[in-house]
């Protein structure tokens, strides 16, 4: 198949081959999703967008991380609206889009990062890769999981996760419901090209509008609800001392001092 022209990125490596689009996170060494990714990932979800033939999109990290989530400087207060305001946008088209997304992880998959897979349509992980939304420990909460996770694990394991920041293997993911499967280390590719072998056999129209039928309910209560966790996020949270210790405790490294306030 001819591959289709695309913007040449410096943050994502995409290859479009109809009816299969791949974006793979490039920011070396842990693929951390800056603001610069961010406008890369909407820009590029739009283009593939456009195109009827595309049928799925595969979202993988290269080298040896899926991402370890947001970038930790673009919390500090005269950025954070931005960054919500940027990464909700891609969260948003991600849940949008008529094209199947299928999540391909290894390695770290954290905060962001775990948002990021935890929103595409299927997620094949390795065993051993490290899943967890660890914001806790910076004074703060992953917004699009305090959203949506209880309704794809459960409300105490979503608590359990958000509440204690712990990380999970990709083989915990899976059983929670968080991943579709967990493989062996060299076997994600072989995974992810069986759930392809169904897809690209179908209608690209249908499969849009049957995501559209499948989600509908679903998506107004996501719209609404990370709506109403990002104005918390910015009108709460941010005002506290403890979020804003603990983002600069992160950037000195050195251990948070709470205060509890």
Request: glycine fraction near 8%; aromatic fraction near 4%.
């Amino acid at each position: 198949m001819a591959t289709q022209a695309v913007t040449k990125f410096t943050r994502l490596v995409v290859e479009v081959h109809p009816p299969v689009a791949r974006i793979s996170l490039h920011n070396p060494p842990r693929n951390v999703i800056d603001l610069a990714m961010m406008d890369e990932l909407a820009q590029v979800l739009g283009e593939i967008e456009a195109q009827p033939k595309i049928s799925a999109i595969v979202i993988s990290g290269q080298g040896r991380a899926f991402s370890t989530g947001v970038d930790i400087a673009a919390h500090t207060p005269d950025k954070v609206e931005t960054m919500l305001t940027k990464f909700h946008c891609v969260i948003r088209a991600l849940i949008a889009t008529g094209k199947v997304t299928i999540a391909a992880v290894d390695g770290h998959c954290l905060g962001g990062g775990a948002e990021l897979a935890m929103v595409c349509d299927m997620a094949f992980t390795t065993e051993m890769a490290h899943w967890g939304f660890p914001e806790i420990k910076l004074g703060c909460y992953p917004p699009v999981a305090a959203t949506a996770l209880a309704a794809l694990i459960g409300q105490k394991r979503a608590a359990d996760l958000i509440l204690t920041g712990r990380s999970i293997t990709g083989a915990e993911a899976a059983a929670m419901g968080l991943a579709n499967r967990a493989v062996l280390e060299g076997q994600l590719a072989g995974a992810v090209e069986e759930a392809l072998k169904h897809i690209v056999a179908l209608s690209p129209a249908a499969l849009a509008v049957t995501k559209k039928a499948t989600y509908v309910w679903d998506a107004m209560h996501f719209d609404k609800g990370l709506a109403r966790a990002e104005k918390t996020y910015l009108e709460e949270l941010m005002k506290t001392e403890d979020a804003q210790e603990g983002i600069a405790a992160f950037l000195e490294k050195r251990k948070p001092a709470w205060k509890g306030k």
